[in-house]
């Protein structure tokens, strides 16, 4: 162009472009080396200082170690701004060089003669069209194979629209259900179905008076004590009772309140000849019994398990072993289809059992890891596969009931753990006093979204629906919470201690203190009271909802509520 | 011969007429559809200080070292407390400005004594590298008044941020060009 | 199912707690300060001001009017150099790069498929300016204003002719860059092009090092092969080289009429020299109709076929998108039991999403992938239909001529022709 320059001119652009090129090249190496290294690397990580820290931590009142500390932390600090500058200076120098080097290198290709060169022939237009075509051709074929053996080599599974997820992989009948809606008028476990707290139906009554006889559509004696609560399966009410060492599963009619059947539980082989000591508040009938509509099971503080069919003739009969643990054994029994869960938890042993209800055969037994709880086991839903979940200490975990095998795990509590789970669609709660409350996002790679200490029950089991968290505590408190976020909604005072698991029904949650007197408010992010009913007895069982009606257990007597 | 070149040649004209008109109708058409769409100020890349999960992501994926989001501090939520989980490592014993006891690794943040039993806590921006450890610090510990963002002096606002395409949490937002930052003592909770 | 306990010192503490939150949000309340404490300023700088991007777009306006009248009028090769200089400084290293036109692809077609977002105006203009100078002047965005492209330009000296199979083979690499660029940005997924971006980390002096090492290799293959991100890369170039074809007026190699000297034939890196066919002799003309006729019929073959096989390959691109890719990971963990431990499964994990959700938001996303991937599919194939009918065409040409898609107007052609404008010929005497 321009310039004319001299062979000796051009010699020794060669020379510094020579040089510009090769210190570029060495400042380039460097430079990516501590650009990495920048990144990735914290100041402060170096292995030496991490170990002198250790020594300082456990010793943190040597001063001359924390002097060590401080030099070698300053020391690492240097380094790294001396490192950040470093780099930032050599992407200057870096800059300056490949500059010098591509002008250098400019100059001496401009100045160089231009030969323009001539292809041999002059080509054949038609014959070069023919080919761009053919190259064209190769181009779209190369791309059209990349194109179909990358979307049949790299095909992910699909997600599954018609969301039936898992069914390809399902090899258990636990797999890919769903929740089902509560039954109006079948209330088998404890806290109801799957044991989630929520009752079926509508128009329950919110007035009565035990005294006045308001609402109480009959009363009837239970022969026998016992804090466990009542369930019911089409127009059979079932519950336990116990004293001395006689256990005793009684059935009444649901419409008039008379004894049915009563079936007895004592005298199994391998019971104990001694009776267990029990907390005055536990008693040998704690547990609630369980049905599936084709049998009824219950399970006593001696480990007796007994098994009727709903006409009351024994099925089967055995013992666990003796439950022996500090208030005594408490847990309520739950099914899913055929299998009857037994959670079975002593101090020499915390376990699950799966046994066949219909022949007493027993499935499978998981050892759970942790102390001995006084929470029932809850049917949950998550990921389309049926679970069985056990509020243990420290671990919530979550079993396949077919199989016994752990699905799920979260550490979560602590201390004496006696409410069961809350659940929704979502989470499962667990609570206890003296430790906490926390919301557990439920699946694999379960984790706790919020927790909090404020309201924390000794022994009511918390309910929750998709919106909120209903909490009864031993105290009085009622405390709603946000079920997804965990804001606290409202609170109230209701002065009364809370033994029985508030129950969501109709929109409403009923809770019912110790005093008998039913606290019923509105399940709703705003507190709003609706009524409140007293029974006239003390009261610690918690009520089962059936077709309009309530049954609530009362010490030795047996209620039966609804709109006269 | 002649009279067909012409012809052909006359129906390429008119190819080549139709093509610039075609070509034309999309530059017309374009612009007159996004238009209305269209913001005169633009964004820029902010991070939502209640979706940060202080992954420490900021520190590695910003186009920029140091990275151009920062720790900043919400004074008006500082509970101003002695025992300062952001400042502090955990299971310290001696509350002080020692070195063995601060949990930056870049000692950006300047602790100063106001008045009994109150501490400042100043985040010193030039020394930041973005780790968010006393970011996860305060929101495990404190009041959570410590939060990271992006400093538009430093951010050269990228066309896509190389830290929103990483954030697990999908924190990292497009937000007005004229109201660049999402302060947490100012946002609402939301 | 009770349990009883000492609830003394419970219903104290509980007592407690209830107040303390009563009282405040924040763990710790906010200190009332009894000296004259105030609380520190925020530092808050600005972005520069949002009229700086308006000035950006005058400097593209008169950037591109020059370059058009240094590469049309001017016929200036130091000029255009210099211009490219001027851009590497400017749009480079002074604005680091962001916005570009080539970018800018990515917000236009987000704004057209999400009605969430809206382009800011500059990146609209960013985007619209260089095709409309294309559209009059051919591609003088890449001659000289094109940081990405002045970069290469300037890096360029010692040019190598390539096979011109290989160049055909590589040049369609652009085409389908686009397409799934476009496809990425209208399914809000991410800015391939801006990811990946070879010299945004040279004008920044800062960049992931792997970004760092591309865009060196990229400027060391360039030394030989000339300008190798816009011709195997830059999807914005698909589009200016097809609006150039259509130009009003273009770079010319010869200042005045074409002697058919010859000179020029080998003289451009990107074989876009047409070489002269003055009086086409066609031997086999029904031959060539038939091809003609061929490659219009397949036309429409084509773009149905690139529409099916780009369908089928929907479910692999969405991949692409990192709600996608986090679905997939936790189903996968559900699957085999292990848990996954990126980052943002982590973060998933912690958050109150449902897997249920997560899996809603999957399928619609591929579902939006599976949307928009049969029209790319088209567009490829329709280029390709596209490329083959206009390579069974033939038209006289009296001389020499470049090719108005493929030539980026860098002027390199000018100094082999032997013929020079009375004017010009002042200057260089």
Same mark, same amino acid.
């Given at each position: 162009?321009?310039?004319?320059?001299?062979?000796?001119?051009?010699?020794?652009?060669?020379?510094?472009?020579?040089?510009?090129?090769?210190?570029?090249?060495?400042?380039?190496?460097?430079?990516?080396?501590?650009?990495?290294?920048?990144?990735?690397?914290?100041?402060?990580?170096?292995?030496?200082?991490?170990?002198?820290?250790?020594?300082?931590?456990?010793?943190?009142?040597?001063?001359?170690?924390?002097?060590?500390?401080?030099?070698?932390?300053?020391?690492?600090?240097?380094?790294?701004?001396?490192?950040?500058?470093?780099?930032?200076?050599?992407?200057?120098?870096?800059?300056?060089?490949?500059?010098?080097?591509?002008?250098?290198?400019?100059?001496?290709?401009?100045?160089?003669?231009?030969?323009?060169?001539?292809?041999?022939?002059?080509?054949?237009?038609?014959?070069?069209?023919?080919?761009?075509?053919?190259?064209?051709?190769?181009?779209?074929?190369?791309?059209?194979?990349?194109?179909?053996?990358?979307?049949?080599?790299?095909?992910?599974?699909?997600?599954?629209?018609?969301?039936?997820?898992?069914?390809?992989?399902?090899?258990?009948?636990?797999?890919?259900?769903?929740?089902?809606?509560?039954?109006?008028?079948?209330?088998?476990?404890?806290?109801?179905?799957?044991?989630?707290?929520?009752?079926?139906?509508?128009?329950?009554?919110?007035?009565?008076?035990?005294?006045?006889?308001?609402?109480?559509?009959?009363?009837?004696?239970?022969?026998?004590?016992?804090?466990?609560?009542?369930?019911?399966?089409?127009?059979?009410?079932?519950?336990?009772?116990?004293?001395?060492?006689?256990?005793?599963?009684?059935?009444?009619?649901?419409?008039?309140?008379?004894?049915?059947?009563?079936?007895?539980?004592?005298?199994?082989?391998?019971?104990?000849?001694?009776?267990?000591?029990?907390?005055?508040?536990?008693?040998?009938?704690?547990?609630?019994?369980?049905?599936?509509?084709?049998?009824?099971?219950?399970?006593?503080?001696?480990?007796?398990?007994?098994?009727?069919?709903?006409?009351?003739?024994?099925?089967?009969?055995?013992?666990?072993?003796?439950?022996?643990?500090?208030?005594?054994?408490?847990?309520?029994?739950?099914?899913?289809?055929?299998?009857?869960?037994?959670?079975?938890?002593?101090?020499?042993?915390?376990?699950?059992?799966?046994?066949?209800?219909?022949?007493?055969?027993?499935?499978?037994?998981?050892?759970?890891?942790?102390?001995?709880?006084?929470?029932?086991?809850?049917?949950?839903?998550?990921?389309?596969?049926?679970?069985?979940?056990?509020?243990?200490?420290?671990?919530?975990?979550?079993?396949? &009931?077919?199989?016994? *095998? #752990? @699905?799920?795990? %979260?550490?979560?509590?602590? =201390? !004496? +753990? /006696?409410?069961?789970? $809350?659940?929704?669609?979502?989470?499962?709660?667990?609570?206890?006093?003296?430790?906490?409350?926390?919301?557990?996002?439920?699946?694999?790679?379960?984790?706790?979204?919020?927790?909090?200490?404020?309201?924390?029950?000794?022994?009511?089991? &918390?309910?929750?629906? *998709? #919106? @909120?968290?209903? %909490?009864?505590?031993?105290? =009085? !408190? +009622? /405390?709603?919470?946000? $079920?997804?976020?965990?804001?606290?909604?409202?609170?109230?005072?209701?002065?009364?201690?809370?033994?029985?698991?508030?129950?969501?029904?109709?929109?409403?949650?009923?809770?019912?203190?110790?005093?008998?007197?039913?606290?019923?408010?509105?399940?709703?992010?705003?507190? #709003? @009271?609706?009524?409140?009913?007293?029974?006239?007895? !003390?009261?610690?069982?918690?009520? $089962?909802?059936?077709?309009?009606?309530?049954?609530?257990?009362?010490?030795?007597?047996?209620?039966?509520?609804?709109?006269? | 011969?002649?009279?067909?070149?012409?012809?052909?040649?006359?129906?390429?004209?008119?190819?080549?007429?139709?093509?610039?008109?075609?070509?034309?109708?999309?530059?017309?058409?374009?612009?007159?559809?996004?238009?209305?769409?269209?913001?005169?100020?633009?964004?820029?890349?902010?991070?939502?200080?209640?979706?940060?999960?202080?992954?420490?992501?900021?520190?590695?994926?910003?186009?920029?070292?140091?990275?151009?989001?920062?720790?900043?501090?919400?004074?008006?939520?500082?509970?101003?407390?002695?025992?300062?989980?952001?400042?502090?490592?955990?299971?310290?014993?001696?509350?002080?400005?020692?070195?063995?006891?601060?949990?930056?690794?870049?000692?950006?943040?300047?602790?100063?004594?106001?008045?009994?039993?109150?501490?400042?806590?100043?985040?010193?921006?030039?020394?930041?590298?973005?780790?968010?450890?006393?970011?996860?610090?305060?929101?495990?510990?404190?009041?959570?008044?410590?939060?990271?963002?992006?400093?538009?002096?430093?951010?050269?606002?990228?066309?896509?941020?190389?830290?929103?395409?990483?954030?697990?949490?999908?924190?990292?937002?497009?937000?007005?060009?004229?109201?660049?930052?999402?302060?947490?003592?100012?946002?609402?909770?939301? | 199912?009770?349990?009883?306990?000492?609830?003394?010192?419970?219903?104290?503490?509980?007592?407690?707690?209830?107040?303390?939150?009563?009282?405040?949000?924040?763990?710790?309340?906010?200190?009332?300060?009894?000296?004259?404490?105030?609380?520190?300023?925020?530092?808050?700088?600005?972005?520069?001001?949002?009229?700086?991007?308006?000035?950006?777009?005058?400097?593209?306006?008169?950037?591109?009017?020059?370059?058009?009248?240094?590469?049309?009028?001017?016929?200036?090769?130091?000029?255009?150099?210099?211009?490219?200089?001027?851009?590497?400084?400017?749009?480079?290293?002074?604005?680091?790069?962001?916005?570009?036109?080539?970018?800018?692809?990515?917000?236009?077609?987000?704004?057209?498929?999400?009605?969430?977002?809206?382009?800011?105006?500059?990146?609209?203009?960013?985007?619209?300016?260089?095709?409309?100078?294309?559209?009059?002047?051919?591609?003088?965005?890449?001659?000289?204003?094109?940081?990405?492209?002045?970069?290469?330009?300037?890096?360029?000296?010692?040019?190598?002719?390539?096979?011109?199979?290989?160049?055909?083979?590589?040049?369609?690499?652009?085409?389908?860059?686009?397409?799934?660029?476009?496809?990425?940005?209208?399914?809000?997924?991410?800015?391939?092009?801006?990811?990946?971006?070879?010299?945004?980390?040279?004008?920044?002096?800062?960049?992931?090092?792997?970004?760092?090492?591309?865009?060196?290799?990229?400027?060391?293959?360039?030394?030989?092969?000339?300008?190798?991100?816009?011709?195997?890369?830059?999807?914005?170039?698909?589009?200016?080289?097809?609006?150039?074809?259509?130009?009003?007026?273009?770079?010319?190699?010869?200042?005045?009429?074409?002697?058919?000297?010859?000179?020029?034939?080998?003289?451009?890196?990107?074989?876009?020299?047409?070489?002269?066919?003055?009086?086409?002799?066609?031997?086999?003309?029904?031959?060539?109709?038939?091809?003609?006729?061929?490659?219009?019929?397949?036309?429409?073959?084509?773009?149905?076929?690139?529409?099916?096989?780009?369908?089928?390959?929907?479910?692999?691109?969405?991949?692409?998108?990192?709600?996608?890719?986090?679905?997939?990971?936790?189903?996968?963990?559900?699957?085999?039991?292990?848990?996954?431990?990126?980052?943002?499964?982590?973060?998933?994990?912690?958050?109150?999403?449902?897997?249920?959700?997560?899996?809603?938001?999957?399928?619609?996303?591929?579902?939006?992938?599976?949307?928009?991937?049969?029209?790319?599919?088209?567009?490829?194939?329709?280029?390709?239909?596209?490329?083959?009918?206009?390579?069974?065409?033939?038209?006289?040409?009296?001389?020499?001529?470049?090719?108005?898609?493929?030539?980026?107007?860098?002027?390199?052609?000018?100094?082999?022709?032997?013929?020079?404008?009375?004017?010009?010929?002042?200057?260089?005497?």
């Amino acid at each position: 162009m321009k310039l004319k320059l001299s062979d000796k001119d051009i010699s020794l652009l060669k020379v510094i472009s020579q040089i510009s090129g090769i210190f570029t090249l060495i400042v380039a190496l460097t430079m990516i080396f501590s650009l990495i290294h920048l990144r990735t690397i914290n100041p402060l990580d170096n292995p030496a200082l991490l170990s002198v820290k250790e020594q300082f931590d456990k010793d943190q009142a040597n001063i001359a170690k924390a002097e060590q500390v401080r030099a070698m932390d300053l020391m690492a600090r240097k380094a790294y701004f001396a490192t950040r500058s470093q780099v930032e200076t050599g992407s200057y120098l870096l800059l300056a060089g490949a500059v010098i080097f591509l002008l250098c290198q400019r100059l001496i290709a401009d100045n160089e003669k231009i030969i323009p060169s001539f292809a041999e022939k002059k080509h054949d237009k038609a014959e070069l069209q023919k080919k761009s075509r053919t190259y064209l051709i190769i181009a779209g074929g190369l791309i059209t194979t990349a194109a179909i053996v990358s979307s049949f080599m790299l095909r992910t599974g699909l997600p599954d629209i018609s969301g039936n997820r898992g069914e390809a992989s399902s090899e258990g009948r636990s797999r890919d259900v769903k929740v089902k809606e509560p039954d109006k008028s079948n209330w088998p476990f404890f806290r109801g179905q799957d044991s989630r707290g929520h009752a079926g139906g509508s128009g329950y009554p919110t007035e009565w008076n035990g005294a006045e006889g308001k609402n109480i559509l009959w009363k009837t004696e239970i022969p026998r004590n016992g804090q466990s609560s009542p369930i019911v399966w089409e127009n059979k009410i079932f519950i336990t009772g116990a004293e001395g060492s006689t256990c005793e599963v009684y059935c009444f009619d649901k419409d008039n309140g008379h004894l049915l059947w009563t079936g007895s539980a004592t005298g199994i082989e391998g019971e104990p000849t001694q009776e267990p000591e029990t907390d005055h508040d536990t008693g040998l009938a704690a547990s609630t019994a369980a049905t599936n509509g084709k049998v009824v099971c219950a399970v006593f503080a001696n480990g007796n398990l007994v098994c009727f069919d709903l006409d009351g003739n024994l099925k089967w009969s055995r013992n666990l072993g003796l439950p022996a643990n500090v208030y005594g054994f408490s847990q309520s029994l739950i099914m899913y289809e055929d299998i009857l869960i037994v959670q079975f938890d002593s101090d020499s042993k915390v376990s699950l059992l799966g046994i066949e209800a219909e022949s007493g055969t027993q499935k499978w037994e998981t050892l759970r890891r942790g102390r001995p709880v006084w929470s029932s086991p809850v049917l949950g839903y998550f990921g389309g596969r049926a679970q069985v979940i056990v509020n243990g200490n420290p671990e919530v975990t979550a079993y396949d &009931p077919l199989t016994g *095998e #752990e @699905i799920w795990t %979260v550490e979560a509590l602590s =201390g !004496d +753990v /006696a409410p069961s789970l $809350a659940q929704n669609s979502k989470m499962v709660y667990a609570v206890t006093d003296y430790a906490r409350l926390a919301a557990i996002k439920a699946g694999t790679g379960a984790s706790i979204i919020w927790e909090d200490n404020y309201f924390t029950p000794d022994v009511s089991s &918390p309910v929750a629906n *998709e #919106e @909120i968290l209903i %909490v009864a505590t031993g105290t =009085g !408190d +009622v /405390a709603c919470y946000n $079920a997804e976020k965990g804001d606290t909604l409202w609170t109230h005072y209701f002065e009364d201690q809370y033994y029985a698991s508030p129950i969501i029904a109709d929109d409403m949650v009923y809770i019912l203190n110790r005093s008998g007197v039913m606290n019923i408010v509105k399940a709703s992010d705003k507190l #709003e @009271i609706i009524g409140e009913a007293p029974i006239g007895e !003390d009261a610690d069982c918690t009520p $089962a909802f059936t077709d309009k009606l309530f049954i609530i257990r009362v010490n030795k007597n047996l209620y039966c509520i609804g709109e006269k | 011969m002649e009279s067909e070149n012409n012809k052909y040649q006359s129906r390429r004209d008119f190819l080549r007429k139709a093509g610039k008109i075609a070509a034309v109708a999309p530059l017309v058409a374009l612009p007159s559809l996004l238009i209305r769409k269209a913001t005169a100020t633009g964004y820029v890349w902010q991070i939502d200080p209640f979706k940060c999960t202080q992954c420490g992501q900021c520190k590695t994926n910003c186009v920029l070292t140091p990275s151009a989001s920062k720790c900043v501090h919400a004074y008006a939520m500082c509970g101003y407390c002695d025992l300062c989980g952001g400042y502090l490592r955990q299971g310290v014993k001696n509350i002080s400005t020692g070195a063995e006891n601060q949990l930056c690794p870049v000692a950006a943040i300047k602790r100063s004594f106001v008045e009994e039993p109150y501490f400042e806590y100043i985040i010193d921006e030039d020394l930041c590298d973005g780790c968010a450890k006393c970011v996860k610090g305060c929101a495990d510990f404190g009041n959570g008044s410590l939060h990271m963002q992006i400093k538009h002096d430093i951010c050269v606002n990228c066309n896509e941020c190389a830290i929103a395409r990483t954030c697990p949490s999908n924190a990292v937002i497009r937000v007005p060009a004229l109201e660049p930052y999402l302060p947490k003592d100012k946002a609402g909770k939301h | 199912m009770s349990v009883s306990k000492a609830k003394v010192i419970l219903v104290f503490l509980l007592l407690i707690l209830w107040q303390v939150n009563a009282m405040a949000q924040d763990r710790f309340p906010r200190p009332e300060f009894e000296t004259d404490y105030k609380y520190p300023e925020h530092q808050m700088p600005g972005q520069r001001g949002p009229l700086w991007e308006y000035f950006d777009v005058a400097v593209l306006i008169a950037a591109l009017s020059v370059t058009a009248w240094l590469a049309i009028r001017k016929r200036s090769r130091r000029g255009l150099l210099y211009m490219s200089l001027f851009s590497v400084l400017y749009f480079g290293f002074y604005k680091q790069g962001c916005i570009c036109s080539v970018g800018s692809v990515q917000n236009v077609s987000m704004a057209l498929f999400n009605s969430s977002y809206s382009v800011p105006l500059s990146a609209l203009l960013f985007f619209i300016i260089p095709l409309v100078f294309a559209l009059a002047f051919g591609r003088v965005f890449c001659a000289g204003v094109c940081p990405l492209g002045a970069i290469q330009e300037l890096t360029g000296f010692r040019p190598l002719k390539i096979p011109k199979a290989a160049e055909i083979v590589l040049a369609s690499i652009p085409f389908v860059y686009l397409a799934i660029a476009v496809v990425f940005a209208a399914t809000e997924s991410q800015f391939i092009i801006c990811r990946y971006d070879p010299f945004i980390g040279i004008y920044r002096l800062d960049a992931p090092h792997t970004m760092i090492i591309f865009g060196a290799l990229l400027l060391l293959a360039g030394i030989f092969i000339n300008r190798p991100y816009c011709r195997y890369l830059c999807p914005y170039g698909v589009l200016l080289n097809i609006f150039s074809r259509f130009s009003w007026k273009h770079l010319t190699i010869t200042p005045a009429e074409c002697t058919n000297c010859r000179l020029c034939e080998e003289s451009c890196p990107y074989d876009a020299i047409l070489p002269s066919d003055p009086e086409p002799v066609i031997r086999d003309r029904s031959s060539m109709r038939r091809n003609f006729l061929v490659y219009i019929i397949a036309l429409p073959l084509f773009a149905a076929a690139g529409a099916v096989i780009a369908y089928n390959l929907s479910d692999f691109v969405a991949g692409g998108n990192s709600t996608v890719r986090l679905a997939r990971e936790i189903r996968l963990e559900q699957e085999t039991g292990l848990e996954s431990l990126t980052k943002a499964a982590i973060a998933f994990r912690e958050a109150g999403k449902t897997e249920e959700e997560l899996f809603a938001e999957e399928v619609h996303i591929t579902g939006r992938f599976r949307k928009a991937m049969p029209w790319a599919g088209i567009f490829l194939g329709l280029s390709l239909g596209a490329g083959l009918l206009a390579n069974s065409v033939r038209s006289r040409r009296p001389g020499y001529v470049p090719h108005q898609g493929r030539c980026y107007s860098c002027g390199k052609c000018f100094k082999y022709c032997p013929i020079k404008v009375p004017e010009q010929n002042e200057v260089k005497a």
